[in-house]
């Protein structure tokens, strides 16, 4: 895949992916005398996922997805998080997965960052009516928690981003119940489409966007793809979530995109793409219910939002 340099976002301001890929990797493709230009040695490293977009979805700028942010923990504003969030130290990092496994593990990022890795075009849809078209680049999350071997107490899997108020200035305003939290069904963190992105853009993630690593729910309102996640873990009952505990009657488990049930204070059923004037229509599941529709079959989508 091609790898973007573009101008308008410092080349400070983004590690390379290249620099994360293991060595044996490097050596091989050194052996088989391939010209070790960045481009062509990360054209190898990650292949084009699914991404099954419309013609009127092309991805976002990189500045716009850098620069439009929603990270708490470093103030409410858009532009906070590009503005505070480079102090993060994202090394080291582990990511600690446990609860109902049979192999419970911490795991350090820079392992994490040699599964193999794809690159996925989404929309991504806040709940606050804007959206976006984001080239991200991850492994699904099942592929991970499938080396942990899940047992049958596995029904939900609850999420944690990082807590240190000493590099995220927003948690003294105290919006949310910290750490930030969130969950998923087991179906749903089991389901192809669902994503842990380590990089976009062909680059590592930039700390706004939830480095070193975020989870990307694609047909549900951005608020569950929790960023700068410290813990994975499986449990049998319904995770708390940090959206839900500040609003209960807002903001619910599902959280799925719907334009037929309303924010209470705000209709969802148009949304904004930045950099568009014009709304456009909100569609069901964000667009991807042909591949998730069935995992809510029977359920009252109205009573479970
Ligand atoms: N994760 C953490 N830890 N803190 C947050 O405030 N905001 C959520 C989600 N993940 C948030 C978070 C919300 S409301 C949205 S819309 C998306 O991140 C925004 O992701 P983006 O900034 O990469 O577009």
Redesign the pocket.
């Known amino acids: 895949m091609l790898i973007r340099h573009p101008e308008d976002i410092a080349p400070s301001e983004i590690t390379p992916l290249r620099t994360y890929l293991n060595r044996r990797q490097f050596m091989l493709a050194g052996a088989a005398g391939l010209l070790m230009a960045s481009d062509a040695f990360a054209a190898l490293s990650f292949k084009k996922g699914i991404s099954a977009l419309a013609a009127n979805d092309k991805p976002n700028s990189l500045n716009d997805?850098t620069h439009?942010?929603?990270?708490?923990?470093?103030g409410s504003d858009k532009a906070d998080?590009a503005q505070y969030a480079g102090v993060l130290k994202t090394r080291p990092w582990n990511v600690v997965v446990d609860g109902a496994v049979e192999k419970p593990r911490a795991f350090d990022i820079d392992t994490l960052l040699r599964m193999p890795l794809e690159e996925r075009i989404y929309r991504?849809r806040?709940?606050?009516g804007w959206s976006?078209v984001?080239p991200w680049v991850g492994f699904p999350l099942a592929a991970l928690l499938k080396q942990m071997k899940p047992t049958s107490k596995a029904r939900y899997v609850a999420f944690e981003?990082?807590s240190r108020p000493s590099e995220m200035p927003?948690m003294a305003e105290g919006l949310?119940a910290w750490?930030?939290r969130?969950g998923l069904r087991i179906d749903e963190a089991m389901h192809p489409l669902t994503l842990l992105a380590v990089g976009l853009y062909g680059n590592v993630l930039p700390n706004?966007?939830?480095a070193p690593i975020?989870?990307v729910v694609p047909w549900k309102?951005?608020?569950?793809?929790?960023?700068?996640i410290v813990r994975i873990h499986l449990t049998d009952t319904p995770p708390q979530t940090?959206?839900n505990l500040a609003a209960p009657n807002e903001y619910g488990f599902y959280s799925n995109v719907n334009p037929g049930v309303d924010h209470p204070r705000w209709s969802q059923a148009t949304e904004r793409r930045i950099g568009e004037f014009l709304r456009r229509p909100t569609l069901m599941f964000n667009g991807y219910g042909g591949q998730v529709a069935s995992l809510y079959q029977g359920m009252d989508l109205r009573k479970n939002f």
């Not at 309102?221 to 700068?228: A, L, N, P, T, V």
């Open positions: 997805i439009y942010n929603n990270y708490y923990e470093f998080p991504h806040c709940v606050e976006m984001i981003t990082l927003g949310l750490p930030y969130e706004q966007n939830g975020r989870l309102y951005g608020f569950k793809s929790i960023k700068s940090s959206w």
